[in-house]
């Protein structure tokens, strides 16, 4: 996988949090920084956690994983439970709760519902950047007092290309589901991206090869692989879809594999 962003560092924004920057900065082999760059992508640590900044003017704002509160909170509460198109997709049924690869994580909303519905989930990214987001985005869930008691036992994340990661799993590691959400082309006209998704896109570029990543879920779900797609895209590859799930804006596209 070519590497298609430039180099990425990360700056304490006080000297409370040096010692936790330098532990990300080791884990995710970022550069260290002592103050933000003029220009590009650098991440930030302080009181609200990791941030995704663009230096000068005219970039997004922050960005930055929260499992606890805003958007996530609220599709925790009202986004539809296990009737929800997402879990039905996945095949949540009264009393089975899927094992899940998210192999495409990105900031982790997916995967983060379908733990809160009961799924483990392992979250592979395979983006430094997205990963330390993500790593700071779990930990501050793991400390929420509604969060607590199953963040940590039922999300783990693996840095790495999901390609490889999904080879090299042994039998009994094989997940139910393997679940891709690849980043869609910029600029398609049927597709709304909100500010965090322009900011991946900017960061990272588009998923070239989603093909041979379908292919390798294929081998590894027991039970099947679902693909997000905008409502009015094709299907990811010329491979068929077994079925699909709509909703308003989004279509999973189900591929049976028992
Ligand atoms: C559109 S985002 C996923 C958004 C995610 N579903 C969410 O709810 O936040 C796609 C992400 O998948 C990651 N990705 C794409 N191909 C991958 C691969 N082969 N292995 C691991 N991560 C991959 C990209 O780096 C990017 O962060």
């Known amino acids: 996988m070519p590497q298609r962003m430039p180099p990425i560092g990360v700056i304490a924004e006080q000297s409370l949090f040096v010692p936790a920057?330098?532990?990300?900065?080791?884990?995710?082999?970022?550069?260290?920084?002592?103050?933000?760059?003029?220009?590009?992508?650098?991440?930030?640590?302080?009181?609200?956690?990791?941030?995704?900044?663009?230096?000068?003017?005219?970039?997004?704002?922050?960005?930055?994983?929260?499992?606890?509160?805003?958007?996530?909170?609220?599709?925790?509460?009202?986004?539809?439970?296990?009737?929800?198109?997402?879990?039905?997709?996945?095949?949540?049924?009264?009393?089975?709760?899927?094992?899940?690869?998210?192999?495409?994580?990105?900031?982790?909303?997916?995967?983060?519902?379908?733990?809160?519905?009961?799924?483990?989930?392992?979250?592979?990214?395979?983006?430094?950047?997205?990963?330390?987001?993500?790593?700071?985005?779990?930990?501050?869930?793991?400390?929420?007092?509604?969060?607590a008691s199953w963040v940590e036992t039922r999300l783990s994340l693996v840095n790495q290309d999901a390609r490889e990661a999904l080879a090299k799993l042994g039998q009994e590691q094989r997940p139910d589901v393997v679940y891709l959400d690849p980043m869609y082309p910029p600029g398609k006209a049927h597709v709304l991206v909100k500010k965090e998704m322009r900011a991946l896109q900017q960061l990272l570029g588009a998923d070239t090869d989603s093909a041979p990543l379908l292919e390798i879920a294929l081998a590894s779900a027991r039970r099947r692989v679902v693909v997000k797609r905008p409502q009015r895209a094709g299907p990811l590859t010329a491979r068929p879809p077994t079925a699909a799930v709509t909703s308003k804006k989004t279509r999973y596209d189900l591929y049976v594999t028992v």
């Open 21 to 147: 920057a330098r532990r990300l900065a080791e884990r995710y082999a970022l550069a260290r920084l002592s103050r933000p760059p003029s220009s590009g992508y650098f991440l930030s640590l302080g009181g609200e956690g990791l941030e995704l900044r663009m230096a000068g003017e005219g970039g997004h704002g922050p960005v930055r994983v929260d499992f606890a509160a805003g958007a996530m909170a609220h599709r925790r509460r009202f986004g539809g439970g296990r009737g929800q198109a997402l879990a039905r997709a996945v095949g949540l049924k009264p009393g089975y709760n899927p094992r899940v690869w998210d192999a495409t994580a990105g900031l982790g909303r997916d995967g983060f519902v379908l733990a809160s519905l009961g799924c483990q989930v392992t979250l592979c990214e395979r983006s430094a950047v997205v990963a330390a987001l993500l790593d700071d985005g779990l930990q501050r869930a793991a400390l929420d007092p509604e969060l």
